[in-house]
DNA sequence: AAGATAATGTTTCCTTGTAAACAAATTTCG
DNA sequence: CGAAATTTGTTTACAAGGAAACATTATCTT
């Protein structure tokens, strides 16, 4: 008889399984491979969506809001924006009200670029969670929400 | 009369707000974020507690094993074993049955070192979601654990 | 048995993301 | 007002993580 666990279910995690940080990356990372495995040559990458699709629905936005709200790091943020610009993308302008900050707006380029990702991405989250039947799926999209401060849609 | 946007919750996100694995993503930043932003010296990061964690409660369990469980790719995974094992927390055995693997255990010192680690860490993971109630937080953890195929602890 | 295919780790190279120090502009407060 | 503290973004230097090619061992096919 051979009982060697063989399978990723079988793995005991004890404790870990109560452990939400643990699910959520567990769960995050997850979303991430299956979104890279689809097929797809020069597809956004979820990052660049985000940002992009954030800045379409709020013109003008700070980037330091935007890092804010999409948990990325200044640093970071400078990188992304920097080449999100040499693409053409996005065009940045430093406010006279506070001249520290930048804001940034979508070029006509970027709008098609969003507006032509839009589609492919938001399929792609609507394939996420299909473990889930729409309820549950509706309430896991509740509580996350709840869980970043992110108010539910008026819909 | 000024409406700008000053703060993240007022950020509009629109159909990004209902997208599964922006929030997941979001959420998993967060908890990070809050996890290093936590004193503490020569803490353990969370990918190494969370496989030396499951190398103690798998002893022998094979590299590959980990990666799928852990969501880590194997090139990383090498990694991460190799410094664990420099720090003679874990063993490395190739088994006869099957010279291409490895079977990991803990050394006493990262049995100790584990030991160490689980009350600080179980301690934050116990603190995330505070923005939930007990029963959300719980609802929140069986919709995750189903999502990535965890069997509920049988408490 | 022998050659093709697959599984498992490792290595190398590259991308993504972070930390810390810095620069510039603004706000706070004595 | 004016010095100190804060906010915002950038730079540099590094760490974490992934992709692809490779080596080794095992399995499959005939």
């Known amino acids: 008889m051979d009982v060697r666990v063989r399978s990723a279910e079988q793995v005991e995690l004890d404790q870990l399984q109560s452990a939400l940080g643990f699910l959520l990356r567990i769960a995050q990372l997850k979303v991430f491979q299956q979104y890279f495995m689809q097929p797809g040559e020069d597809r956004l990458k979820p990052g660049e969506f985000s940002v992009l699709w954030v800045i379409k629905c709020n013109p003008g936005i700070r980037q330091s809001l935007l890092c804010q709200r999409l948990m990325i790091k200044r ?21 006279d009200e506070d001249r520290r900050g930048v804001e940034l707006t979508l070029t006509a380029e970027g709008e098609a670029a969003v507006a032509d990702a839009a589609e492919g991405f938001f399929a792609f989250e609507n394939t996420v969670g ?4 729409a309820s549950e799926r509706e309430q896991l999209m509740v509580l996350l929400r709840k869980l970043v401060n992110i108010k539910g849609s008026g819909l």
Chains 1, 2 share one sequence.
């Open 75 to 95: 640093a970071h943020m400078t990188k992304l924006i920097r080449a999100l610009e040499e693409r053409g993308w996005v065009a940045r302008r430093i406010p």
């Open 130 to 133: 299909s473990e889930l039947n």
